[in-house]
């Protein structure tokens, strides 16, 4: 039977050989350390916990909540980008609550796609910056990732040889997976080229707090003017330690904003009222809890940097987001990113993610997500110091495991 229409958009799910091999490590005893989610291991503030207690269970609070976010969050946020970039938003016409900022990037993709419409994305990239859109029915043109002259001359042919002409570009800086960071004079030339192009930018922030260079990376919403083509991305997850809490915003561009409004307005009520007030708590409150992750990460930056160096790999250290984008040893480039990851799985123990999932252009490389503790961190380079210093096919597996298909 044929696939339904928008699946088949969807290419195979590139997780799914390693993943595979790490159910089979597991299953068979294996103890795997797995570096391949960015799934963030430290807890929620105390404070934040406080705020959910206090609030379950009072009235109103478990009826359906608002789909563009309370107001009192709605503030919150608008008072987050004045204290942060000094970004002045309207909580009414400017700031949408998002389930997660990957919930909102797909639906504000409903919101302005028409089908057969251009994207622009980098790549590689996050997976949903593309497949947003390509649910959507949108196309999807690839760009230079990193934040260099050479993605203005590639925007530039881009928008030259593209039949229709764009209607957005995405952009991720601090970048998942690359770690790449821009500056507000990149912000600048990317805020002009848009206007010049009547074309929108769509930035993913989620890593705003996430640096360790002493440089807080910049809002592309800091420079003058932008606001008249730009929404924005934040998220709760990392900042806070809140991923499974989805909680995100989308603020910019009163027109998208509307728009994507709308569109959730028809898909959901919102979040959980508590976690809403919760998430409330965490942007008004004491910022020692973001300092303290920050310090946690850039110690297990470190930690990765100087014991995967001495195991035999060397990882250029990122100076921003919870990743670590890593070159392929030179020994095991001829194999690919794919066959590299589930051998790190199968031999080593160690689970990092394939950069050719996050589009063509990562091939070569493989993220390495920073959330095992320093310990832990050690232990996968000692278990990696044989498999580096091996030939592919010398090794036996960690654990015997039973023969995939």
Known sequence: MEEFYRIRRLPPYVFEQVNRAKAAA???????????????????????????????????????SASRGIPG?????????????????????????TLG???????????????????????????????????????????????TPELF????????????????????????PTAYVATLDFYKDLVAFAKKHEIFILSDLAYAEMYYDGHPPPSVLQVPGAIDVTVEFT????????????????????????????????????????????????????EDCIREM???????????????????????????????????????RHIGSMQFATLMVEKSGVVVSPGVAFGEHGEGYVRIAMVENEQRIRQAARNLRRFLESGVETLHNVVPLANRR
């Open 153 to 176: 001359e590639s925007l530039e042919r881009a928008i030259i040889h593209s039949i229709p002409k764009p209607i957005a570009l995405v952009v991720c800086y601090p970048s998942n």
């Open 73 to 97: 969050l709605r503030k919150a946020q608008a008072a987050y980008y004045d204290r942060r970039f000094g970004v002045k938003l309207n909580p009414e016409t400017q700031i949408v609550a």
């Open 235 to 286: 998220s709760m997850s990392k900042t806070f330690s809140m991923a499974g809490w989805r909680m995100g915003f989308a603020v910019g561009n009163d027109r998208i904003i509307a728009a994507l409004a709308r569109v959730k307005s028809y898909l959901d009520y919102g979040a959980f009222t508590p976690v809403q007030v919760a998430a409330t708590a965490a942007l008004n409150g004491p």
């Open 26 to 64: 597991r299953n068979a005893g294996a103890d795997i350390i797995d570096m391949g989610m960015g799934n963030p291991d430290l807890p929620t503030p105390p404070h934040v916990l406080e705020k959910l207690k206090e609030t379950l269970g009072k009235p109103r609070t478990d009826r359906y």
């Open 294 to 332: 920050r310090e946690i990460y850039h110690k297990r930056r470190d930690t990765l940097v100087e014991a995967f160096g001495r195991a035999g790999w060397d990882i250029p250290p990122p100076a921003a987001s919870m990743f670590a984008w890593a070159p392929l040893p030179e020994k095991f």
């Open 101 to 147: 900022s990957k919930e909102g990037f797909a639906n504000v993709a409903q919101a302005i796609t028409a089908p057969g419409d251009v994207v622009l994305v980098p790549n590689p990239s996050y997976p949903i910056h593309a497949f947003g859109f390509l649910m959507a029915g949108g196309v999807i043109r690839s760009v230079p990732a990193e934040p």
